[in-house]
């Protein structure tokens, strides 16, 4: 019985010595962590409008940006979320298809530490 509990015991501290703490950074949204953010909008865009964002911001196409598709059960419909993080500005692009004309765009320009 001895000869047990002995060995639970070295065990034991073989195994608290040999486990370590990791630790974990939280990089925050597309490996950024911001210390402070300013949003800019939203606005009520049209097709031609969000082509002129585009371009002058010089921004890819948006089909290429991620998308995210959220459905009301209850309306039973469908909201298309694309969002862009542009690194040169640090600035996130939200945009939000309400149908197929119009276009609601936020843009939120962020500081890094």
Request: with cysteine; charged share 20%; net charge positive.
């Amino acid at each position: 019985m001895k000869r047990l509990a002995g060995f639970f015991i070295i065990s034991l501290i073989l195994t608290l010595c040999g486990c370590k703490t990791a630790s974990v950074e939280n990089n925050g949204t597309f490996g950024v962590s911001p210390t402070s953010t300013y949003i800019i909008g939203p606005d009520t865009l049209c097709v031609a409008q969000i082509d002129s964002v585009v371009k002058s911001d010089r921004l890819p196409v948006l089909e290429k940006w991620a998308k995210s598709v959220f459905k009301d059960y209850e309306t039973n419909t469908s909201y298309v979320y694309r969002t862009l993080y542009d690194k040169t500005t640090n600035t996130i692009y939200t945009v939000k298809n309400l149908d197929t004309k119009t276009f609601v765009l936020s843009k939120r320009k962020i500081t890094i530490r």
